[in-house]
């Protein structure tokens, strides 16, 4: 193979539709030595032609893109995850946002995976990373980004994320508006096979609640149906707040420690 300069290199790779490459490509196909293909890198980084998420791991920025210092997560993540070795899905407020329930734009790219990882920033975007030990078998889709496909959690996960991982989201009033809005998309059944899936019976209180007030009747439904047997004591509706004074609602079993509502 003739050699290349890595500019050429990564010239080629964005004619083809590729926007990440491991560092171990660079010096397998560039026909450069390892010290010329890192101190290459090292050059277009600085000069914002790449940037890097990992050591290992490169993103090219378009020109549209380089005042932002990167592409959006969705064009890179599924190669990132693939690099780090590790399962995942787009998930909570990134997630609802894709399904079309995003009262405010996420500041964050969050993404659900099977054990702690170190937040990233990639340019202006910052990439969190949340763990659940019920992500294998986790309802996901498969949607399409202008450099392929990621996975994204179905929306009946994304309201269960939501309520379990409710700090992530601000509070649960704000988490309230995004289930309002995603409601029109949640099936019973399928939300209910994901109630089971996770089996976290006082998140399953805490959401069959927010139905309730959002009168989202048929799906509250299922829940309860799901969740009644299940119940072993009362819960704080508010994890985390005295229960002091609070009153119980007896269809949830829950201390209604502060009401909810629902932001416009």
Known sequence: ??????????DALQARGRYTFLREEAVRDSG????AVRKALQRAVKSGRLVRPKEYFFVIVPLEYRSAGGPPPSWFVADLMAAMRLPYYVALLSAAAIHGAAPQPPQEFQVMTDRTVRSIRVGRS???????????????LQVKTPTGSMRVSSPETTVIDLVRFAKAAGHLDYVA?????????????????????????PNAQRLGYILDVLRKRRLSKAVHGWVKSRIERPQPLRPGRPVTGAREDRRWRLWINGPVEVEA
Not at 127 to 139: E, G, H, P, T, V
Request: hydrophobic residues 55%; glycine residues 2%; without cysteine.
């Open 177 to 201: 508006a995004v289930i309002a809005e995603l409601a029109p998309r949640l099936n019973a059944g399928r939300l209910l096979a994901a109630l089971k899936v996770v089996s976290d019976v």
């Open 1 to 10: 193979m003739p050699r290349l300069s890595l500019e050429s290199w990564i």
């Open 32 to 35: 450069l030595s390892a010290t």
């Open 126 to 140: 910052h990439i969190r990373f949340f763990a659940s030990r019920y992500l294998q078998r986790a309802a996901t």
